[in-house]
């Protein structure tokens, strides 16, 4: 009898943790890494969120809370989506999950049964399409290159739908790409959506605060209210409050899916840790100005890496709307063999190079079901910004 579930069979250790894993290796061993690999914030949490985190913890908040979540702090949850996005959730339409990614586990594992489909346009968050699969759901890919904005377009959701669907991910601004949605764009995914009563919607706005140039994000709910009996609202304190250790997500979905959500976190995890959810309460209803002071320094760093990564002989890359990631396209490097001695026949190959010869961690495309690209996250300093993209130039230019 084999001790490991066959499950996992499905599922495979997340790629961007893995290079982020192997570039620590490398630098505790010595050499001289730039790790651009992790979506993560370099800024620190704010003081006033701290602090409320530990007046929490002297006054006592060391206790078991709801498993879904403090009451205060689903009805801060409930306010920021109706101040954010003009969403009405009532309290018991939220719950608070150990980061986001359990939003998405506890809502896959509650509704899905075999052979169910799941669409996810591409390029993905590497967990999305295991997720699915972890809970006996079939993901189906659907690509969105880089000429339509990495976007996805109305026709080919609707060429992906099927009687198995059950789900629709999207994630605007997202994660590779940085593509985020306008009411606009959204407009006819909606229409679509509205033809097919069955196909349930999880929107992933957890890049929601980090748009450029004026850039107006919107949700699905809040371009199309019919939809709101199906959709989950995802979102968290992990990217604009810079506080991704905190592990706090949250949700506003329909009561009978919160419900079953709630059922499943009860016999998990049970509660989040009561003093990051007293942190997040501050984080919500607190001063909101520290965002926009990271989203301008976001803004700069997007224009330099930009800027930089499309003077590399070879490389072409997007301008994102949001988040804090490009991802370059590598087709003019492939075929080529690096300074180092190394054939670069995919993404892969590339961004293995890149490490072990520049010292510069990046991810490669695949890892987000999108090949021929990689993945940078611009959420490190601008020095080292700098000094990685000169690197990836010096790499580059050294392809034969």
């Not at 061993?29 to 993560?40: N, R, Y």
């Not at 954010?84 to 896959?108: H, P």
């Not at 999207?170 to 959204?186: I, K, V």
Request: charged residues 20%; contains cysteine; glycine residues 8%.
């Amino acid at each position: 009898m084999d001790l490991i579930a066959a499950r996992l069979n499905k599922v495979s250790p997340s790629q961007t943790i893995a290079i982020s894993t192997k570039a620590r290796a490398l630098k505790a061993a010595g050499q001289d890494i730039i790790s651009l690999s992790a979506g993560e914030p370099d800024f620190d949490t704010p003081q006033n969120i701290k602090d409320a985190a530990i007046r929490a913890i002297a006054e006592g908040q060391t206790k078991y809370t709801d498993v879904a979540g403090t009451l205060a702090l689903r009805r801060a949850v409930a306010e920021r989506f109706r101040v954010d996005s003009g969403l009405d959730y009532t309290a018991e339409e939220i719950i608070v999950s150990t980061g986001g990614k359990q939003v998405i586990y506890n809502a896959m594992v509650a509704t899905l049964n075999p052979g169910d489909e799941a669409i996810i346009p591409a390029p993905c968050w590497v967990s999305y399409p295991d997720i699915v699969a972890l809970a006996d759901g079939v993901p189906v890919i659907v690509p969105c290159p880089a000429e339509t904005g990495f976007k996805l377009r109305a026709e080919d959701l609707e060429a992906a739908i099927t009687p198995r669907t059950k789900w629709f991910f999207l994630n605007s601004p997202c994660n590779p790409t940085g593509a985020a949605y306008s009411a606009e764009d959204l407009r006819p995914i909606c229409d679509v959506l509205l033809r097919h009563p069955d196909v349930w919607i999880f929107t992933d706005d957890i890049y929601d605060k980090l748009v450029y140039d004026g850039f107006v994000p919107a949700t699905i709910v809040q371009v199309e209210p019919k939809l709101r009996e199906r959709t989950v609202t995802m979102n968290g304190v992990s990217k604009a409050y810079a506080m991704t250790g905190w592990r706090i997500g949250f949700s506003g979905a329909p009561a009978v899916l919160t419900k079953a959500m709630n059922k499943l976190q009860s016999q998990s995890t049970s509660g989040t840790c009561s003093i990051s959810q007293a942190a997040a309460l501050e984080a919500l209803s607190g001063p909101q100005a520290f965002i926009g002071e990271m989203v301008a320094a976001y803004q700069d760093r997007r224009d330099l890496v930009v800027g930089m990564l499309n003077q590399a002989k070879g490389l072409s890359c997007h301008r994102p709307e949001g988040a804090f990631y490009v991802f370059p396209s590598v087709e003019g490097c492939l075929g080529k063999v690096s300074a180092g001695g190394r054939t670069i026949g995919n993404d892969e190959d590339f961004v293995t190079a890149l490490l072990e010869e520049e010292g510069v961690a990046a991810v490669h495309g695949a890892a987000f079901m999108f090949a021929g690209h990689f993945r940078i996250s611009y959420a490190t300093d601008t020095e080292s910004l700098r000094e990685a993209c000169a690197r990836i130039q010096r790499f580059c230019a050294g392809l034969r």
